[in-house]
């Protein structure tokens, strides 16, 4: 079975950072990968599919990128809404999660 | 609007057997594959599997084949989660997910694979003695 690795498992920043987040596949199956972002309490909601596409409503400061096994979740300016776990999956399979905190 | 609404938390005893729901609106409920996902307190996310309603084809994530039973009931719009013999390490949240149309691809068995793009608000499950 595939295996998905998100790096870091927390993160701490301030309001205005460059967050960069992680994830890597134990083989390349596809090219294909989406983010979501989960706040406590909530459910996790969609952010990015097909390793680039926004999701619709989503802000334009979440992007994504990658191919084969590598992938990254950029957040060019964090907001103070942004501070929650984020989570990769591909072939139905999750990453263990990114935590994002405040520094 | 698009959602997926679950039924409500529920407290069992090991052993015990149990059925939660997912009803779906806003959309062609037998058009999409609604999933099931995993969450034990303080973790992560687990995909447990799969159905897709319009004729109940299911796949299950090997770490919960036989463990639990996922059906559908495409005449009220519901999907189901159920245990046969609850143990104490079932107890977490368990959210449904509609597998949306986001440009996926089909794997190695030919099922389709795309995002999960709207979720069930969750429902707990504690099991404890």
């Known amino acids: 079975d595939i295996q998905m690795t998100q790096s870091p498992s927390t993160l701490s920043a301030s309001v205005g950072d460059r967050v960069t987040i992680t994830c890597r596949a134990s083989q390349s199956i596809s090219s294909w990968l989406a983010w979501y972002q989960q706040k406590p309490g909530k459910a996790p909601k969609l952010l990015i599919y097909k390793a680039s596409s926004l999701e619709s409503g989503v802000p334009s400061r979440f992007s994504g990128s990658g191919s084969g096994t590598e992938f990254t979740l950029t957040i060019s300016s964090l907001q103070p809404d942004d501070f929650a776990t984020y989570y990769c999956?591909?072939?139905?399979?999750f990453g263990g999660g990114t935590k994002v905190e405040i520094k | 609007e698009v959602q997926l609404v679950q039924s409500g938390a529920e407290v069992k005893k090991p052993g015990e057997s149990l059925k939660i729901s997912c009803k779906g609106s806003?959309?062609?409920?037998?058009?999409?594959?609604i999933g099931w996902v995993r969450q034990m307190p303080g973790k992560g996310l687990e995909w447990m599997g799969i159905i897709y309603p319009g004729d109940s084809d299911t796949r299950y994530s090997p770490s919960f084949q036989g463990q639990v039973t996922i059906s559908a009931d495409k005449s009220i719009s519901t999907a189901y989660l159920q245990w046969s013999s609850l143990k104490a390490s079932d107890t977490a949240m368990y959210y449904c997910?509609?597998?949306?149309?986001?440009?996926?691809?089909?794997?190695?068995?030919?099922?389709?694979?795309?995002?999960?793009?709207?979720w069930g608000q969750g429902t707990m499950v504690t099991v404890s003695s």
């Open positions: 997910v509609r597998q949306g149309t986001r440009g996926g691809y089909y794997d190695s068995s030919g099922y389709y694979i795309d995002a999960f793009d709207i």
């Open positions: 806003g959309y062609s409920f037998t058009s999409y594959w």
């Open positions: 999956q591909q072939h139905r399979t």
